[in-house]
Nanobody
Framework: QVHLVESGGGLVQAGGSLRLSCAAS????????MAWFRQAPGKARELVGA????????YGVDSVRGRFTISRDNAENTLILHMNFLKPEDTAVYHC????????????????WGQGTQVTVST
């Protein structure tokens, strides 16, 4: 079983940047398809982006393309979400998730979840 812990959230002004980390323990992230989701108050959880060890990646929310990227830190067994040019509509709780098998877009396809980290973007 893999255990996921997110960190790096906080309050940032619009136009700023944040770097979220998802530290995995118990298993290597290379054994899983990994993803970042976000959930704003009153809204459904939505896919930000997904990544696997083969180098495949996809991004879910159109509005983050060109602003958010996913990378990994091999030594730390950590998945990273780089968020640039943040907007108030990016405000949400960001969750890391993992699943066996190919990349997927639906939250229900992922079996392991972190507790989430709050990102708040002010105007």
């Amino acid at each position: 079983q893999v255990h996921l812990v997110e960190s790096g959230g906080g309050l940032v002004q619009a136009g700023g940047s944040l770097r979220l980390s998802c530290a995995a323990s118990g298993r290597s992230i290379s054994d899983y398809a990994m993803a970042w989701f976000r959930q704003a108050p009153g809204k459904a959880r939505e896919l930000v982006g997904a990544w696997n060890w083969a180098g495949n990646e996809l991004y879910g929310v159109d509005s983050v393309r060109g602003r958010f990227t996913i990378s990994r830190d091999n030594a730390e067994n950590t998945l990273i979400l780089h968020m640039n040019f943040l907007k108030p509509e990016d405000t949400a709780v960001y969750h890391c998730a993992a699943r066996r098998g190919p990349l997927a877009t639906a939250p229900g396809d992922y079996t392991h979840w972190g507790q989430g980290t709050q990102v708040t973007v002010s105007t």
